[in-house]
């Protein structure tokens, strides 16, 4: 976008949104990479050091294992060294904890993480925190989707001998923690999402479409873009003529690009559904939660991906190039497109619903 905005437009989108500074690009790539290495560097010194002095690896085995984790859950890869992926350490908060906050801190957004970081002295000096309206927005959803999916994964799994049946109360409310924050586009598993009722399949679902923060490493259609269409659903519901949130009045085009890339995705898991329905038997809720999980480039699976033929790997191979770099290319697309019409047609209202 930024080789096709002049210099006066780019004054005039930094001063509008309190955005960087145009040079400030340095800047913003050194506390990226400073902020992954911290985070990894420091979740990775964890892990190794209870795989080392809790399950007796060697320093190097401990460390590779450690730091391979670490880097695979801050960048929201999901991938692991051990077939039944984080089964065996399931019941250890020194292993889960640690690798779902690395994945919560990936996923939440490179802007959210530098904002909060920038404002850190700034809250210590004059004890006010001026976040802007996105930094709240991804903060406030995030936190109430990782408390929704952790509620309905206990009350939904409970009793279910496949997966947080045989656990203790502490583990089973771990568990259910880990489960809620690995939907957000991670992909690790600590119980078997193969065993899952099909509501908590569902359930999952909808987090993995969902997925994480803007500009993160985690997938779906972001947080910001759920919450967006709730503000519009509900100023809708209350008869406003306006979407406002959190003191701040959202403006017309924020909301008809949040409906795009929303439906947009549906069309799009759904689309790949029925593809891959129509050439296999599996079971319906297990093809939707490969096809979701795909989309939100989570990595989750039942155990079925193996068992599709090899057209369907292959829209599933699409399905996540398409849906890691779908969402920010359309909405960019979008940005660019966006003009001034300097003329009105004649209103007239269609019959809805």
């Not at 859950?73 to 640690?98: C, K």
């Not at 850190?120 to 929704?148: E, K």
């Not at 809620?180 to 993995?208: E, I, K, W, Y």
């Not at 297990?286 to 999980?293: D, N, T």
């Amino acid at each position: 976008m930024s080789g096709k905005l002049r210099l006066k437009l780019q004054l005039t989108a930094q001063a509008e949104t309190k955005s960087l500074g145009i040079g400030d690009v340095r800047r913003v790539l050194l506390g990226v990479a400073g902020t992954t290495f911290a985070v990894e560097a420091a979740v990775g010194a964890v892990l190794s050091l209870r795989l080392r002095y809790g399950y007796g690896l060697s320093i190097g085995d401990a460390m590779h294992h450690g730091y391979f984790h670490a880097v695979s859950a801050f960048n929201n890869a999901g991938f692991g060294l051990h077939g039944d992926s984080l089964t065996r350490y399931a019941d250890d908060p020194w292993i889960t904890l640690p690798i779902a906050a690395a994945v919560i801190l990936g996923g939440i957004g490179f802007p959210v993480l530098l904002e909060l970081l920038r404002h850190r002295n700034r809250h210590r000096t004059t004890g006010r925190r001026n976040w802007t309206l996105h930094t709240r927005l991804t903060l406030i959803t995030t936190a109430v989707l990782l408390a929704t999916g952790t509620v309905l994964t206990c009350l939904l799994e409970w009793t279910n001998p496949g997966t947080l049946g045989p656990h203790t109360v502490p583990d089973k409310l771990l568990n259910g923690f880990f489960h809620s924050a690995m939907a957000r586009t991670a992909g690790f598993n600590a119980v078997d999402a193969g065993a899952m009722q099909p509501s908590t399949l569902l359930m999952t679902c909808v987090l993995m479409f969902i997925g994480g923060g803007s500009a993160g490493t985690a997938g779906g259609i972001k947080v910001t873009t759920f919450a967006v269409l709730l503000v519009a659903i509900a100023a809708e519901v209350r008869g406003e003529p306006h979407s406002s949130v959190l003191g701040r009045r959202l403006a017309p085009h924020v909301l008809r690009q949040a409906l795009t890339v929303a439906l947009m995705g549906v069309a799009l898991a759904m689309t790949a559904t029925l593809a891959l329905l129509s050439m296999t038997s599996l079971p319906f809720e297990g093809v939707l939660f490969e096809a979701v999980s795909a989309f939100g480039t989570v990595g989750l699976s039942t155990g079925i991906t193996a068992d599709f033929p090899q057209a369907g790997q292959l829209i599933l191979v699409l399905l996540m190039f398409v849906g890691r770099l779908g969402p920010i290319t359309l909405v960019s697309a979008l940005a660019l497109r966006e003009r001034t019409r300097r003329y009105e047609l004649p209103e007239e209202r269609p019959v809805i619903g």
